[in-house]
């Protein structure tokens, strides 16, 4: 049973900064082979996919909305995946949750709650 645990979300003002972390453990394969991916929930809306990490971190992707603001990246060694987001704006207010890429698990995390308001 998969298991992931997203932390270090927070209330923050426009412009601030935070650094997700996601603790990931009971995958089939180890950590490191996946390629993996942080998505979002905004209130109303359906998740979403943000961004993407190769297996290695040679390769990253964004959604245009973050792209130069949030940079993800991974520990394999620890089964972590981390996104960085700087330069946070209000329409980035969404629960934050991280599993493979392209195909989530059936099972998700319980999220973290990023909310950016003045």
């Known amino acids: 049973q998969v298991q992931l645990v997203e932390s270090g979300g927070a209330l923050v003002q426009p412009g601030g900064s935070l650094r997700l972390s996601c603790l990931a453990s009971?995958?089939?394969?180890?950590?490191?082979?996946?390629?993996m991916a942080w998505y979002r929930q905004a209130p109303g809306n359906e998740r979403e996919w943000v961004a993407s990490?190769?297996?290695?971190?040679?390769?990253?992707k964004y959604d245009n909305s973050v792209k130069g603001r949030f940079t993800i990246s991974r520990d394999n060694a620890k089964s972590i995946l981390y996104l960085q987001m700087n330069n946070l704006k209000p329409e980035d207010t969404a629960i934050y949750y991280c599993?493979?890429?392209?195909?989530?698990?059936?099972?998700w995390g319980q999220g973290t709650q990023v909310t950016v308001s003045s």
């Open positions: 599993s493979r890429d392209k195909r989530p698990w059936d099972s």
């Open positions: 990490i190769s297996s290695g971190s040679t390769t990253t």
């Open positions: 009971g995958m089939m394969f180890s950590f490191g082979v996946y390629d």
